[in-house]
């Protein structure tokens, strides 16, 4: 069940949304499996750990984060995953790995893969492994004004394209 608090948090911004249940799905890419989507349909949250702050990274289920690129947008210093034990107090109502990609909620500064911006509509975690957000990347933007920019490895020989609000990988 999604935490009132991120719900509250939307309403109060006036950002329409679609809650959708789903079977218990621990990483991103089960989600997308369990909710018959494309893993490029998921936006999945990485907390990162700098010298002085946390960040929330928010990529694609199957996208990993490139700790060099992270630094470039954002200009923080030695970057790494963080651990567990310095986020999960930061989010008392979710559920471990299911931390949600607002932080203004939260107080810790955003950065979003500019791959994501070509969705219209994507889902997020927001708290809970067996239910998740569908709202447009628009208002997600809107909300949270994040830094943008490449931050993923490379996907090797493979393009993102969009069918009908949809992605599909092409070779």
Not at 2 to 29: C, K, M, S, W
Request: net charge negative; hydrophobic share 45%; proline share 6%.
């Amino acid at each position: 069940m999604i935490p009132e608090n991120i719900i509250q948090y939307l309403e109060g911004h006036n950002v329409p949304f679609d809650r959708r249940p789903h079977l218990r799905a621990i990483t991103a890419q089960a989600l997308a499996a369990s909710l018959h989507v494309s893993g490029f349909q998921v936006a999945k949250s990485v907390i990162l750990r700098s010298d002085d702050s946390l960040w929330i990274c928010v990529v694609s289920a199957p996208d990993t984060v490139n700790l060099d690129r992270v630094a470039a947008v954002t200009g923080a210093k030695n970057l790494r995953l963080a651990e567990e034990s310095e986020f999960a107090p930061l989010f008392p109502e979710c559920e471990v790995g299911a931390e949600p990609p607002f932080g203004r909620l939260y107080g810790i500064p955003v950065v979003v893969d500019e791959h994501l911006r070509h969705a219209e509509h994507l889902l997020f975690r927001a708290g809970s492994h067996a239910e998740a957000l569908e709202l447009r990347f628009a208002d997600f933007e809107n909300v949270e004004a994040p830094l943008t920019g490449i931050i993923v490895h490379d996907r090797q020989r493979e393009q993102l394209s969009i069918e009908n609000d949809s992605f599909s990988l092409q070779p």
